[in-house]
């Protein structure tokens, strides 16, 4: 059964699932009712950040124009451009064992693409959630919920997947920024 997390909540993940290496990120989301005349088009990202809360370099961003890090241990599923339907809207799947020593965190993030120029923000998104699947069976681990916190922000840090003594811990994170995706890239390093 999933453990389910509120905003600042952590959970042990790999020393509570010893031998499990593989997971998988999940994001999902709604629209609420809303006629702007553009539609909505969510991205999840990812970061590899380091001990300074930083990336290395450029492919330490993982997005729908670059779709894993330098390795190959966190690889995207892509770019659901609608969001429609049930389930995770776009995912991430990780190598636990293959992610490179020098990133001690990884921080799951949802943007809305272009969201100034079709004036839209989280405001107008519902049922925000992150969770994490053991890749290899299936069961569903951990499960936030971001709930209806948001209103003018353009991108949410929804979770970090971090190492603390040799193991892997989740955090609940569900921090807001106004200034979308390049609010995002700048706080973790990437030159935009």
């Known amino acids: 059964m999933a453990v389910?997390?509120?905003?600042?909540?952590?959970?042990?993940?790999?020393?509570?699932?010893?031998?499990?290496?593989?997971?998988?990120?999940g994001l999902g989301w709604?629209?609420?009712?809303?006629?702007?005349?553009?539609?909505?088009?969510?991205?999840?990202?990812?970061?590899?950040?380091?001990?300074?809360?930083?990336?290395?370099?450029?492919?330490?961003?993982?997005?729908y124009n670059n779709k894993s890090n330098a390795n190959g241990s966190i690889v995207s599923s892509g770019d659901?451009?609608?969001?429609?339907?049930?389930?995770d809207d776009e995912t991430?799947?990780?190598?636990?064992?293959?992610?490179?020593?020098?990133?001690?965190?990884?921080?799951?993030?949802?943007?809305?693409h272009d969201a100034g120029a079709r004036n839209q923000n989280f405001g107008q998104v519902a049922n925000a959630y992150v969770r994490?699947?053991?890749?290899d069976s299936g069961v569903e681990l951990i499960r936030y919920d971001l709930g209806e916190d948001f209103s003018v922000e353009t991108a949410v840090v929804v979770g970090e997947l971090y190492r603390h003594n040799g193991e892997w811990k989740f955090s609940a994170v569900g921090s807001g920024y106004q200034n979308g995706l390049s609010g995002l890239c700048i706080d973790f390093g990437i030159q935009t």
């Open 4 to 25: 389910n997390l509120s905003k600042g909540q952590k959970v042990d993940l790999t020393k509570s699932n010893p031998g499990m290496t593989r997971i998988r990120v």
């Open 30 to 63: 709604d629209v609420n009712k809303y006629d702007g005349g553009s539609q909505f088009d969510l991205d999840a990202t990812a970061f590899c950040l380091n001990s300074s809360g930083k990336t290395n370099s450029e492919k330490d961003f993982i997005f």
């Open 80 to 87: 659901n451009q609608s969001g429609e339907g049930a389930g």
């Open 92 to 112: 991430l799947s990780i190598n636990l064992a293959a992610v490179p020593a020098d990133t001690h965190k990884v921080a799951f993030c949802i943007t809305i």
């Open 132 to 135: 994490v699947i053991n890749e």
